[in-house]
T-cell receptor
Framework: GESVGLHLPTLSVQEGDNSIINCAYSNSASDYFIWYKQESGKGPQFIIDIRSNMDKRQGQRVTVLLNKTVKHLSLQIAATQPGDSAVYFCAENMRTGFQKLVFGTGTRLLVSP | EAGVAQSPRYKIIEKRQSVAFWCNPISGHATLYWYQQILGQGPKLLIQFQNNGVVDDSQLPKDRFSAERLKGVDSTLKIQPAKLEDSAVYLC?????????????FGEGSRLTVL
């Protein structure tokens, strides 16, 4: 299928390596953050989320770190697999009351066997 | 559980023509979103519904785009007349959450090419 993005920042890793994808968010008042994975020709798929009262959350093979001081999020993927190859987006909730998710520009992860 | 359904998956039109996209959210999800994703960029929110009411349409180009969710279930996004820069994937998402933050479930998207 057609690529989601042709000029995105790209992280290339070997299968089995750990991957770290970074994201700078814009609003210091944002209270909720999500990482999404988007494969070619598909809609974004939820990976993991974190609220602003936490600085770390772990899932299966994934960890999200939140540094509110410098408005920075990271997604760590352990033992990266070829199936992890995709574009990864962070999103922040920029509104109290009704949620408004604003997405970043994305990072392409390429995993070589 | 069925996911978010969108149609058509692909559409090619000439500029100044019109097009409509349809979305059926996950059953029971009160909040519905339309996002526009231009190639190489993250999704951008166009409009957000809570049941059949509009919560946010601040980034919807209202001179050419319109959207409705008449019965609080499925939704239609229309573009008339289309411009070249409207070429993008139109993503529909739904959620059970009103506020406080929660996962959005996305459909596969409708890819529009304007020639």
């Amino acid at each position: 299928g057609e690529s989601v993005g042709l000029h995105l920042p790209t992280l290339s890793v070997q299968e089995g390596d750990n991957s770290i994808i970074n994201c700078a968010y814009s609003n210091s008042a944002s209270d909720y953050f999500i990482w999404y994975k988007q494969e070619s020709g598909k809609g974004p798929q939820f990976i993991i989320d974190i609220r602003s009262n936490m600085d770390k959350r772990q899932g299966q093979r994934v960890t999200v770190l939140l540094n509110k001081t410098v408005k920075h999020l990271s997604l760590q993927i352990a033992a990266t697999q070829p199936g992890d190859s995709a574009v990864y987006f962070c999103a922040e909730n920029m509104r109290t009351g009704f949620q408004k998710l604003v997405f970043g520009t994305g990072t392409r992860l390429l995993v070589s066997p | 559980e069925a996911g978010v359904a969108q149609s058509p998956r692909y559409k090619i039109i000439e500029k100044r023509q019109s097009v409509a996209f349809w979305c059926n959210p996950i059953s029971g999800h009160a909040t519905l979103y339309w996002y526009q994703q231009i190639l190489g960029q993250g999704p951008k929110l166009l409009i957000q519904f809570q049941n059949n009411g509009v919560v946010d349409d601040s980034q919807l180009p209202k001179d050419r785009f319109s959207a409705e969710r008449l019965k609080g279930v499925d939704s239609t996004l229309k573009i008339q007349p289309a411009k070249l820069e409207d070429s993008a994937v139109y993503l529909c998402a739904s959620s059970t959450f009103r506020g406080g933050g929660g996962e959005l479930f996305f459909g596969e998207g409708s890819r529009l090419t304007v020639l």
